[in-house]
């Protein structure tokens, strides 16, 4: 009996939310045949400074950051390598298409997330920030320009790929990136309005049973409040 994987977490971090809708979307498609469950180990972000930061946790990932996961006898970090070994070791449900061009296009839009948007407004870089002005309101108007230059950018690229979701009709890497950046930029205040082809994927991704199991809202370690 292999040991069940231990995905370290935390309710509304953005990367560990791209892996629970990878790992549900698994679970989803695979239904009975294809058992992947995991143990959800919480590392909060805030308490006492941050449990990220703390020795038992930079152990397992000494950049301090959520997603790890423990799975096959390893421990892997950073969510896109972690998604892609997911594919590779359980690749009946694809979520990276075959065709190289499309297979490029939703790398493009991932990156557009994974690098173009997440790590400028990440926790440590806008708790830098603050520090660095003295102004704590910095924080949210610094996520708000990052975050809206880089959902323009997804925008302009999405319309020239989409389908049903951001390419073609099935669920891919790039939507697993994408729901999850929306709620932060919800969270900054960004009007979503303004990216209406997003808007249309978002819809699809969120009546599907894989997205509504990753959501924070049904994570073990989410506050009652924002249930
Ligand atoms: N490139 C990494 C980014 C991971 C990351 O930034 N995680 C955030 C939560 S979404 C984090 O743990 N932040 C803690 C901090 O900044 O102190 C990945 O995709 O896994």
Known sequence: MPNTPVLYSYFRSSASWRVRIGKYFFLFCSLAYKKIDYAYQSVNLIRNGGEQLKKEFLDINPLGQVPALIIDNNTFTQSLPIIEYLEETRPEYPLLPKDPVKRCQVRQLSEVINSGIQPIQNLAVIKKLAEMTGNPDDKTKWSHF??????????????????????????????????????????????????????????????????????????????????
């Open 146 to 227: 990052w975050i809206s230059r880089g959902l323009e950018a997804y925008e302009k690229l999405v319309q020239k790929t989409a389908g049903k979701f951001s390419v073609g009709d099935d669920v891919t890497l790039a939507d697993l990136c994408l729901i999850p950046q929306l709620y932060n930029a919800t969270r900054n205040g960004v009007d979503l309005s303004q990216f209406p082809t997003i808007q249309r994927i978002a819809d699809e991704c969120r009546q599907l049973e894989c997205f509504k199991m990753a959501d924070p809202s049904n994570q073990p370690d989410c506050p009652a409040d924002l249930k």
